[in-house]
C-alpha cells in the first residue's frame, strides 16, 4: 500500500492535482489500517494457540505474549501510520527530509533507548520493541508536523 500512495503522490503532484493527492494518501492509509487490524488481530487470537507448540518455557510464552501484545497495537496505530505519510513524502520528492529523520530516530531510539531499556533496565526482547514504538511515534510526529506545513509540496515546485 506504501507504493502505491507513493506512486499516487508522484501522479498527482506532477498533475498539480493536490486535492487528490491527499485524498489519496488517506484511503491508503485506511485501506492499509484495515488490512494489517484483520491480520493482527487473526494472529492475536491464533498464535497464542500456536506458541506451546514451539515452546513449553513459561518464561517464553509470556515473552511471546507480551511481543503479541506490543506488535498488535504498534503496527496498526504507529507503524503503517509512519510508513503512508514517509511513502507520500517519498512520492512528492521530499526523501532527503524523511531519510535524516529515519537515521537519526534510529541511532537516537532504536539503538541508544534500546540499548538502556535491554541492558540497563533489564527488559531484554521486550527493550527493542518498546524503542521501536518510541522511535515510529516519534517518526509519525514528525512526518505529520512536515506533511501539515505542505512544505513536501515545494520540492515540486507546487
Not at 97 to 112: E, K, M, P, S, Y
Request: hydrophobic share 45%; with cysteine.
Amino acid at each position: 500500500m506504501n507504493t502505491i500512495a507513493k506512486n499516487y503522490v508522484a501522479i498527482g503532484i506532477g498533475s498539480n492535482n493536490i486535492s487528490r493527492v491527499h485524498t489519496m494518501i488517506w484511503k491508503c492509509y485506511i485501506y492499509n489500517v484495515t488490512l494489517s487490524l484483520i491480520t493482527r488481530v487473526g494472529s492475536f487470537f491464533l498464535f497464542p494457540h500456536l506458541f506451546p507448540l514451539y515452546t513449553q518455557n513459561e518464561e517464553t510464552l509470556s515473552l511471546l505474549a507480551a511481543l503479541l501484545v506490543i506488535n498488535t497495537i504498534s503496527h496498526p496505530l504507529i507503524h503503517i501510520f509512519t510508513g503512508t505519510i514517509r511513502a507520500a513524502l517519498d512520492g512528492a520528492g521530499d526523501a532527503r527530509f524523511a531519510t535524516v529523520v529515519t537515521i537519526i530516530c534510529l541511532f537516537i531510539f532504536d539503538l541508544g533507548l534500546g540499548y538502556i531499556l535491554t541492558v540497563s533496565c533489564g527488559l531484554g526482547i521486550i527493550g527493542p520493541s518498546l524503542s521501536a514504538v518510541a522511535s515510529g511515534l516519534v517518526k509519525s510526529i514528525v512526518y505529520f508536523v512536515r506533511y501539515k506545513s505542505g512544505r513536501w509540496k515545494n520540492r515540486q515546485g507546487i
